[in-house]
């Protein structure tokens, strides 16, 4: 089956470390993308890739950094410099950036100890 | 900036009774909106893109249909497992990479 999966499913950090969140699609698709959904906001993006060895900032890039070495991966790693870092995060990919629809993973939810 | 505006943000239904959710938006050059599904500790599984004011898909209980403002998502007869989040997004020329979320609004059906 295809799909986006994402890793863990929960994870805690305490303050001051890094952690890297894992996304892998197999849906062949090139451009992926992470968001951040908290309570009573919608989803915000993080950064965008739209193919390998290249990717973006989004509207909340700061205190986040990304890689994008494979196309089916697209790591998020979340620094000690994000203030706020305990949220629900979301993985994305689609066909390209022409602005079709975004097929989204489980989503890992991180908290901050 | 795109802008995507969703009400109620909560609504109660019994089971079979019909209603409607409302998603305004405003955006530079329309390319898509988007309505998705969220259950709780869940990502979004897509329902439905459309394109173009006066077009309309159906999928089960759910049809979507498109005006150049609005957008709305009918539920008819709903059934306890229809109750979710369900967000509405758009998608305009000025950045063709970039889906801009509204808030959601829940759905609680009632047995």
């Known amino acids: 089956d295809g799909g986006i999966t994402q890793s863990p499913k929960y994870l805690f950090r305490k303050e001051g470390q890094n952690v890297t969140l894992s996304c892998e699609q197999n849906l062949n698709h090139d451009a992926m993308y992470w968001y951040r959904q908290d309570p009573g906001q919608g989803l915000r993006l993080i950064y965008y890739s739209q193919i390998v060895n290249d990717f973006q900032k989004g509207d909340i890039a700061e205190g986040y950094s990304v890689s994008r070495e494979k196309k089916e991966s697209f790591p998020l790693t979340v620094t000690s410099a994000q203030k706020n870092p305990t949220a629900f995060y979301l993985c994305?990919?689609?066909?390209?950036?022409?602005?079709?629809?975004?097929?989204f993973g489980p989503g890992t939810r991180l908290t901050v100890l | 900036e795109d802008q995507v505006t969703q009400s109620p943000e909560a609504l109660r239904l019994q089971e079979g009774e019909s209603s409607s959710l409302n998603c305004s938006y405003t955006v530079s050059g329309l390319r898509g909106l988007f309505w998705y599904r969220q259950d709780p500790g869940k990502g979004p599984e897509f329902l439905f893109t459309l394109y173009s004011a006066g077009e309309e898909k159906e999928k089960e209980r759910l049809k979507a249909t498109l005006t150049k403002k609005e957008s709305f998502l009918h539920i008819t007869a709903p059934k306890p497992e229809d109750s979710a989040t369900y967000l509405c997004?758009?998608?305009?020329?000025?950045?063709?990479?970039?889906?801009?979320f509204g808030k959601g609004t829940l759905l609680t059906v009632n047995p």
């Open positions: 997004a758009v998608s305009g020329g000025g950045s063709n990479y970039k889906l801009t």
């Open positions: 994305a990919s689609s066909l390209g950036l022409a602005g079709g629809e975004q097929f």
